[in-house]
């Protein structure tokens, strides 16, 4: 073969990859998306994913049976529908397991669900929502659901005003989509809700009444890392029928949000306000 001839087709290469690396990527994202469809407990055929993605039933199935492959998709037992497979439990543990405030929390989240006899929640900010990563259930024998792996709308919860209050850069990613209504105290205006967040910062705690679920509230304070900005948020959840919360109960929260940055290294409580990366 000549030089020319290897040019040539070295060139040709190099052409191809950016076409394979947007093939690539396409696959990765629809496959993403059937995931997403799929949250939520849902069980959804290849029609109900075919129509939600607007691809064809013949793409649809391969993109699921790939992922059912790897144990990301499972299929019900003698039916038709697909729902979440057991490797993404696996894959959430190991992800928790990494998350250094998660461990450095448990133990004062532990304390507060006892002080208080309520249960607590720690969330993060995941894209547009806020993501439980750790929850104790009210130390009693009532019944109750662990909510470890629930994503609530920032908007709507105690801890996401919290996160949106003091970080700018999460501020911008939710308010760059309207404002879903999930009940009737629900706050969708987004520049009333701008108005309240530098009074949350100024006092390190948020509160809400009935906006994500009628007949639960909320009050959530931030919690920082050895930079002094906000990583996650910790909240009490209460009965509507017993809020607002007491003054012990905002004491007790105020103080495990204190402690738990302290852990993380943090030399100043309430965090600052986070800029917005460019």
């Known amino acids: 073969m000549s030089r020319s ?24 994202d629809r496959a993403a ?15 109900d ?8 039933p013949s793409t649809v199935h391969g993109i699921v049976k790939s992922l059912r492959e790897h144990g990301l998709v499972a299929k019900e037992r003698g039916g038709q529908r697909y729902m979440l497979g057991p490797t993404l439990l696996r894959l959430s543990n190991v992800y928790l397991d990494t998350l250094d405030v998660r461990a450095r929390a448990m133990r004062w989240t532990q304390e507060l669900a006892r002080r208080t006899n309520l249960p607590v929640r720690l ?17 009693d024998d009532s019944q109750q659901m662990l909510e470890t792996g629930v994503a609530i709308p920032a908007h709507a919860s105690a801890m996401g005003k919290v996160l949106l209050a003091h970080d700018l850069g999460f501020q911008r990613t939710v308010f760059e989509r309207p404002l879903r209504s999930l009940t009737g105290d629900t706050i969708t205006d987004i520049a009333r809700l701008t108005l309240e967040l530098p009074a949350i910062a100024e006092r390190g ?7 994500a679920v009628l007949g639960e509230s909320s009050i959530a304070a931030p919690v920082a890392d050895a930079s002094n900005d906000i ?9 509507t029928s017993h809020a607002p919360a007491s003054d012990a109960v905002l ?10 940055s302290r852990e993380l290294g943090a030399t100043s409580w309430p965090p600052r306000v986070a800029p917005a990366d460019d």
């Open 123 to 139: 969330g993060a900010p995941h894209f547009h929502e806020v993501l439980v990563i750790h929850h104790d259930l009210r130390p």
């Open 49 to 56: 994913l075919s129509l939600a993605l607007g691809l064809p």
């Open 33 to 47: 998306k059937v995931l997403e469809l799929l949250q939520g407990a849902r069980h959804l055929g290849i029609t």
């Open 251 to 260: 004491n007790a929260l105020r103080e495990t949000a204190r402690n738990i």
């Open 231 to 239: 990583v996650a948020a910790v909240a009490v959840v209460m009965p």
């Open 5 to 28: 001839t290897q040019t040539t087709d070295a060139t040709a290469r190099l052409d191809d990859e950016p076409e394979e690396e947007a093939t690539v990527i396409q696959a990765i």
């Open 205 to 211: 705690s948020a509160s809400e009444t009935d906006e």
